[in-house]
């Protein structure tokens, strides 16, 4: 079946330093790739995505890269601070494009605890 | 403000007591989900729901029960709770078929006793 695959599980930075982590994804048909911070006794929080006819998009101190050939994607952080410590996720779908037969079913990679020390 | 909300936020409970987790979106999306969260598996879906009396069965659904009666309510159901099913627990709606933002609810954590 549908998998996703995140590493590391945990990762620790200093401050200012930058994280990177990284996902691969089984199922050819996935075409949108969100990545999710939750912070403490909340729920997930979108922070950015890409879909299938992109290779890289930034926000400000984050960006995702994808590499569709390699089915793998990743998350990166740059000039990382303290507010930036908390699990991440990944996830993929096959529901960027409107279309028949695809349900929009996120499959979650496993999480990635980030603390940032100050 | 666009929100998606859960109650109960903290349930205990023993095995075999019927119970409902009720969740609540205000932004008229079309597409619902549940999810459980378990450490170092991420989230599972386990039913979503893309319209109104529109359900079906995610990766994990033994155990569970939903309806869809209303596009803003979709309540999660155990029947009959078994101590396999403590874990936390997340609402998420989007406009369509996944598209756009998911917004997931503040999690509902069970403790089946």
């Known amino acids: 079946g549908e998998n996703v695959e995140q590493h590391p599980s945990t990762l620790s930075v200093q401050e200012g330093d930058s994280a990177v982590i990284k996902c691969t994804y089984s199922?050819?048909?996935?075409?949108?790739f969100p990545w999710y911070k939750q912070e403490l006794g909340k729920g997930p929080q979108l922070i950015i995505d890409i879909r299938s006819n992109v290779g890289e998009k930034k926000d400000q101190r984050i960006a995702v890269t994808l590499n569709k050939t390699a089915k793998h994607f990743s998350l990166h952080i740059t000039e990382t601070q303290p507010e930036d410590s908390a699990v991440y996720f990944c996830?993929?779908?096959?529901?960027?494009?409107w279309g028949s037969g695809n349900t929009g079913k996120l499959i979650f990679g496993q999480g990635t605890t980030l603390q940032v020390k100050p | 403000e666009a929100q998606v909300t859960q109650n109960p936020r903290y349930l205990i409970t023993v095995t075999g007591k019927k119970l409902t987790v009720t969740c609540s979106q205000n932004?008229?999306?079309?597409?619902m989900s549940w999810y459980r969260q378990d450490p170092g598996l991420g989230l599972r879906q386990i039913y979503y729901s893309m319209n109104v009396e529109v359900t079906d069965k995610g990766d994990v659904p033994e155990g569970y029960k939903v309806s869809r009666k209303e596009k803003r309510n979709f309540p999660l159901i155990l029947e009959s709770p078994s101590p396999n099913q403590t874990s936390l627990y997340f609402c998420?709606?989007?406009?369509?078929?996944?598209?756009?933002?998911?917004?997931f609810g503040p999690g509902t954590r069970l403790l089946v006793l």
């Open positions: 932004m008229n999306h079309e597409y």
């Open positions: 996830a993929a779908s096959n529901g960027a494009f």
């Open positions: 199922d050819s048909a996935s075409n949108y």
């Open positions: 998420a709606s989007v406009t369509r078929r996944g598209q756009g933002t998911q917004y």
